[in-house]
């Protein structure tokens, strides 16, 4: 099913790291498949077959992303125009969306390589303002971009006011997301089958402000009245604050790209929930 396989590493891998990732290169040598590695990423691994960006994007078939959710939120990032689907091993801590983990990776890719395997089609998230225009697979977050001081905002869907607010900020997410900075806010955890974006105030002056989730075929106008600084700022994923100025209409909806994530057949989001997050106490003790 997957005859060429990229891989990319995640950067400042650690020394342990990459000996963990080299010692796996003879197995997956072993599943008879072409490897390769995107010059441009990771210019230093010459243990593959290194390619310009353009003939890696052309010629694999399959991505497997060594790192935690991070490096996979930037290979997305980096890749979604080459419509190349993904896996991620899990070289971090929690890892959502690095659900492969390196002990079973030899198995794990060889379920995935002969089709016993499955293709989740998460979307994105794309915010627009001014001569901005930025994507990102979990969220998009919006900030008075001073720790500890409310901005004011109002927030419309498709063209309706919803309200107005003071915050330090409005995180509006993916279903994707919802198990990543808007988990830490407070929102709820979304299945990613669902069709949604989930809107969440972080740390609003109002005691009734709570979450809300609207469908993602909805189109999204936040507007920064005021804030502490000279401006506001938008985040993607966790990357670098951009600045938007007051009265500014930032414009948050549905990208009309997906990204394809491969897991293999028995993977198994509440068991992930479980694991990931200590859902559950030791299921084997029986009362």
């Not at 052309?58 to 689907?85: E, H, K, M």
């Not at 997410?173 to 990543?180: E, K, L, R």
């Not at 089958?193 to 609207?214: A, F, K, T, Y």
């Amino acid at each position: 099913m997957f005859a060429s396989i990229g891989i990319v590493l995640k950067e400042n891998l650690s020394s342990s790291d990459i000996s963990a990732v080299r010692s796996f290169l003879p197995a997956l040598q072993n599943l008879k498949v072409d490897l390769y590695t995107d010059l441009s990423i990771n210019p230093d691994f010459k243990e593959l077959k290194q390619l310009s960006h353009d003939d890696f994007c052309n010629s694999v078939n399959l991505l497997c992303i060594f790192g935690g959710d991070g490096t996979f939120l930037s290979s997305a990032r980096q890749y979604i125009d080459c419509a190349i689907p993904m896996t991620g091993v899990n070289l971090g801590s929690v890892g959502f969306l690095t659900d492969i983990n390196i002990d079973n990776l030899e198995s794990s890719l060889k379920e995935i390589i002969s089709g016993k395997s499955f293709i989740e089609e998460r979307d994105l998230i794309e915010a627009e303002f001014g001569k901005n225009k930025v994507f990102g697979l979990n969220e998009i977050l919006i900030h008075s971009g001073s720790y500890a001081q409310l901005m004011r905002y109002n927030l419309k869907i498709d063209g309706d006011f919803v309200y107005e607010q003071r915050s330090d900020g409005l995180i509006i997410a993916t279903p994707t997301g919802s198990s990543a900075y808007a988990l830490s806010a407070g929102g709820p955890i979304i299945h990613p089958e669902l069709d949604v974006l989930n809107i969440i105030p972080m740390m609003s002056h109002s005691l009734s402000s709570r979450g809300l989730i609207c469908s993602n075929e909805n189109i999204l106008e936040v507007t920064i009245v005021e804030g502490p600084l000279e401006s506001g700022k938008v985040c993607v994923d966790g990357q670098e604050d951009l600045s938007v100025e007051f009265g500014e209409k930032i414009r948050v909806s549905k990208k009309d790209l997906t990204l394809k994530v491969i897991h293999p057949e028995n993977n198994n989001f509440y068991e992930s929930c479980r694991e990931k997050l200590g859902w559950s106490l030791d299921l084997s003790v029986k009362k």
